[in-house]
């Protein structure tokens, strides 16, 4: 019994192992490839930005260097241009098995002016010039990232941060550690739950220092700038599955055929009235321009509080 049950195992141990590589991508010498371009859009109205009262965080004196100079944290997650062109949008062709090279990806981060960024992103795609020709801090929304990935933070900033990884789909932390005032990078593993894409970083002591990250296994992906434009060249002929994710909104997915040394064009269409966001991530409140002082301090039954009081002549 025991040694057929140990040939069972290997047996079955084997199998897995045969699958698993067999499902793993390979890199090849793509002679014939093709090409996908488009660009990403969004249509209506562009989100306002979540504001963020810096007085309810700690460390605010320090972080206020990215405030609005009202005391407040504009998260701006949805970058738009005059031609609809959305910024920060993955586009990722999906179950490629092989093809040209794919380079691992880098999972470094720093932590800088209350900020996460990208440890080789350059100055000048981290300050842009705003309206009045001032150059401001721009906090980068969206990064590409591989599972079972060595993340590491080093923290630059003077203050305390908490590096925290959600598991965007269900609300869970799939990886935390703290990040101390320290010359050494912290870090650990992301792995991710199986069939799941989407992680959201974010601060445990400054909730607005938020960035995504968007999960690939192949190197046939695209990440938009200004204007929305994509790029995907050297894909073997053959039809796939593309898709396109923006934070906060549905993924959305096309089928398309490329031809052997052909060019391709694809475009996605994001709706801003379709926006959602988890519960955790919820904010009905300190929205630019939408509620007043008085709804920020009412509960849903503060009104007929309100109305019992003055009918018992109590002061409203």
């Given at each position: 019994?025991?040694?057929?049950?140990?040939?069972?195992?290997v047996g079955f141990?084997?199998?897995?192992l045969?699958?698993?590589?067999?499902?793993?991508?390979e890199?090849i010498?793509?002679?014939?490839?093709g090409?996908?371009?488009?660009?990403?859009?969004?249509?209506?109205a562009?989100?306002?930005?979540?504001?963020?009262?810096?007085?309810?965080?700690?460390?605010?004196?320090?972080?206020?260097?990215?405030?609005?100079g009202?005391g407040?944290?504009?998260?701006i997650?949805?970058?738009?241009?005059?031609?609809a062109?959305?910024?920060?949008?993955v586009?990722?062709?999906?179950r490629?098995e092989?093809?040209?090279?794919?380079?691992?990806?880098?999972?470094?981060?720093?932590?800088?002016?209350?900020m996460?960024?990208p440890?080789?992103?350059?100055?000048?795609?981290?300050?842009?010039?705003?309206?009045?020709?001032?150059?401001?801090?721009?906090?980068?929304?969206?990064?590409?990232?591989?599972?079972?990935?060595?993340?590491?933070?080093?923290?630059?900033?003077p203050?305390?941060?908490n590096a925290?990884?959600?598991?965007?789909?269900?609300?869970?932390?799939?990886?935390?550690?703290?990040?101390p005032?320290?010359t050494?990078p912290r870090?650990?593993?992301?792995?991710?739950?199986?069939?799941r894409?989407v992680?959201?970083?974010?601060?445990?002591m400054?909730?607005?220092?938020?960035s995504?990250?968007?999960?690939?296994?192949n190197?046939y992906?695209?990440?938009?700038?200004?204007?929305?434009e994509?790029?995907?060249?050297?894909l073997p002929?053959?039809?796939?599955?593309?898709?396109?994710?923006?934070?906060?909104?549905?993924?959305?997915?096309?089928?398309?055929?490329?031809?052997a040394?052909g060019?391709?064009?694809?475009?996605?269409?994001f709706?801003s009235?379709?926006?959602?966001?988890?519960?955790?991530?919820s904010?009905?409140?300190?929205?630019?321009?939408?509620?007043?002082?008085?709804?920020?301090?009412?509960m849903?039954?503060?009104?007929?509080?309100?109305m019992?009081d003055k009918?018992?002549g109590?002061?409203?």
């Open positions: 019994m025991k040694k057929s049950y140990a040939v069972g195992l141990l084997t199998m897995a045969a699958c698993t590589s067999s499902h793993a991508y890199e010498s793509v002679v014939n490839g090409s996908i371009t488009g660009k990403v859009t969004l249509k209506g562009v989100p306002v930005p979540r504001v963020f009262p810096l007085v309810l965080y700690p460390f605010g004196p320090f972080c206020k260097k990215i405030s609005d009202q407040n944290v504009r998260l997650e949805f970058s738009v241009d005059s031609s062109g959305l910024k920060d949008a586009v990722a062709v999906q490629v092989k093809g040209k090279p794919f380079a691992p990806l880098k999972a470094d981060f720093v932590a800088i002016d209350c996460f960024h440890a080789d992103v350059p100055d000048s795609e981290q300050y842009v010039s705003g309206a009045s020709g001032q150059l401001h801090h721009e906090h980068p929304l969206v990064t590409v990232v591989e599972d079972k990935q060595r993340v590491s933070m080093l923290n630059k900033d203050v305390f941060h925290q990884f959600f598991q965007n789909e269900k609300g869970n932390i799939i990886l935390n550690f703290p990040l005032v320290s050494e870090g650990g593993l992301l792995r991710f739950e199986h069939g894409r992680v959201q970083l974010i601060c445990g400054h909730e607005f220092m938020q995504w990250g968007f999960r690939v296994d190197p992906y695209a990440k938009t700038k200004s204007g929305g994509f790029l995907i060249d050297r002929p053959g039809t796939y599955q593309v898709m396109a994710w923006h934070p906060h909104l549905k993924i959305l997915e096309k089928e398309v055929t490329v031809p040394n060019k391709v064009t694809l475009d996605f269409e709706d009235g379709e926006v959602q966001r988890p519960i955790y991530e904010q009905r409140d300190f929205r630019i321009g939408t509620a007043t002082p008085h709804d920020h301090m009412l849903p039954n503060d009104d007929r509080i309100l019992e009918k018992q109590g002061q409203p």
